[in-house]
């Protein structure tokens, strides 16, 4: 049962799975030296954890008792957390590609931007848009990728560093996408197409992830203000 488990990395280079109620360590794992700067991914039919260090390791793990079921190694480090669907694990590398891997660990595609990818990608359910994913590059691109293939669906140049990650979420006229960008200025793309539907500048970089509750959008800004924005329907 993973019902109450917290999943979590550290900078020392280990994977914790919590018991908050019994306020105990369940178990942890080394990952072989590499800080872990982003956060796990939990894919629970599967049954299966992945964990990416700055080392350049992923590791899928069992995430009831922390055993490696198989790991890839990388010359560059991933600041980028995974993220998976019903077929693929997705993942973005400072060596300035996208990388697509099946959950049996083989590598099924491999995307290049051009700059380093330090945002995580951001799936999107199979009713929309036919299984894409969603990433930021220090290119100052957004990319819309299939993943199936990672055949490029749109790129939209956003003009600053996408550090952060996009968010996905559904509107009365679609799905649209959040991005945010260090120059501070904020985006909401199409996810069909790209297309831009609306923007803020902010009076600071943006390193923060945007998040949606409700109708209001919830970004950290480099002034030391958290900002909720409201969103319209126009």
Known sequence: MLTGLVLVGSHDGHIYALDPEAQRCVWSRSCGGGAIFS???????????????????????NPESGAL??????????????????TTLCIGSVDHNIHGFSHRGDLLWR????????????????????????????????????????????????????????????S??????????TDGKLWILGAEDGTPRASLSLPGE?????????RILVVGC????VYGIELTSS
């Open 222 to 225: 480099r002034n030391d203000f």
């Open 69 to 86: 079921l198989w790991k890839h190694s990388s010359a560059a480090p991933f600041f980028s957390s995974p993220c998976c669907s019903g």
């Open 111 to 170: 995307f290049p931007t051009d700059g380093p990818v330090f945002s995580s990608p951001c799936g999107m359910p199979a009713s929309l848009a036919n299984q894409n994913v969603f990433c930021g590059s220090h290119d100052g691109s957004v990319y819309c990728l299939r993943l199936c293939d990672g055949a490029l669906v749109w790129r939209f140049r956003a003009g600053a560093k996408v550090y952060s990650s996009p968010f996905l979420f559904h």
């Open 206 to 214: 943006i390193f923060s992830s945007p998040v949606l509750w409700e």
């Open 172 to 181: 009365e006229g679609g799905a649209l996408v959040a991005v945010a960008t």
């Open 39 to 61: 956060s796990p991914c939990l894919h629970p039919s599967l049954r299966q954890l992945y964990v990416a260090t700055l080392r350049g390791e992923l590791l899928c793990l």
